[in-house]
């Protein structure tokens, strides 16, 4: 069965180095998705992503963070100057269909933890 | 706008019922709702349109009342699996590419 695959699974880093979250969305899905969970608490939307562009994106997804597709496969999200309030779990999630009329396959998610 | 869940815990035995609603400040166009267990990823259940019919998946089921906007999802004769975390997900116009999930509502099932 096809699956969103995240990379990697846990990454430590010092407080204002620069992070590179990787995701490998289900090869016929165009919209993708990253969404980060602080432990304990609720699943943040961060942004959206289609016809490589963002879509939609929340406050938390400030000028420190970015996305990209630089190949057919891969989205990453790129933390440039990480905090010690980015520690979460962050998940990659894609669909094959508009947010509304789908299913999201999550990732099994990346675990941030900075120091 | 974050959806509003409630309750935020619930514990139950096997075989009792639950329901979990979720309720929004804004108009919605879809529900959705999914459930997330310890160290996982969030999984899938169901979504409800709007205009749509209630859904049903085995013993869970769900509602989403448009002039309300409240969904609520309904789990019957829980089982041990049914445990972890529901959180609903909401949007506001046909072609958002923005699903907003509620604090999430804990679901413990004992024997």
């Known amino acids: 069965e096809p699956e969103v695959t995240q990379t990697p699974s846990h990454q430590v880093t010092q407080m204002g180095q620069e992070v590179i979250l990787r995701c490998v969305p289900i090869?016929?899905?165009?919209?993708f998705y990253w969404y980060r969970q602080i432990l304990g608490q609720k699943v943040e939307f961060l942004v959206s992503?289609?016809?490589?562009?963002?879509?939609?994106k929340s406050e938390i997804f400030d000028d420190q963070f970015s996305v990209e597709r630089p190949d057919g496969s891969n989205f990453t999200l790129k933390i440039r100057s990480t905090k010690l309030e980015d520690s979460a779990m962050y998940f990659c999630?894609?669909?094959?269909?508009?947010?509304?009329?789908?299913?999201?396959?999550f990732g099994e998610g990346s675990r941030l933890t900075v120091l | 706008q974050q959806p509003v869940q409630s309750p935020q815990a619930v514990i139950l035995r096997e075989g009792e019922d639950a329901v979990i609603n979720c309720s929004s400040s804004k108009a919605l166009y879809s529900v959705h709702w999914y459930r997330q267990k310890h160290g996982e990823a969030p999984v899938f259940l169901m979504i409800l349109l709007k205009g749509g019919e209630q859904k049903g998946h085995d013993k869970i089921s769900a509602s989403f009342n448009e002039k309300k906007q409240q969904s609520s999802l309904y789990l019957t004769a829980s089982q041990l699996s049914y445990s972890g975390t529901y959180f609903c997900?909401?949007?506001?116009?046909?072609?958002?590419?923005?699903?907003?999930f509620g604090q999430g509502t804990r679901l413990t099932i004992n024997p």
């Open positions: 997900g909401t949007d506001g116009f046909q072609g958002a590419q923005k699903l907003v």
């Open positions: 992503f289609y016809n490589n562009e963002i879509s939609e």
């Open positions: 090869s016929n899905h165009l919209y």
């Open positions: 999630a894609s669909t094959d269909a508009v947010t509304n009329t789908g299913e999201l396959f």
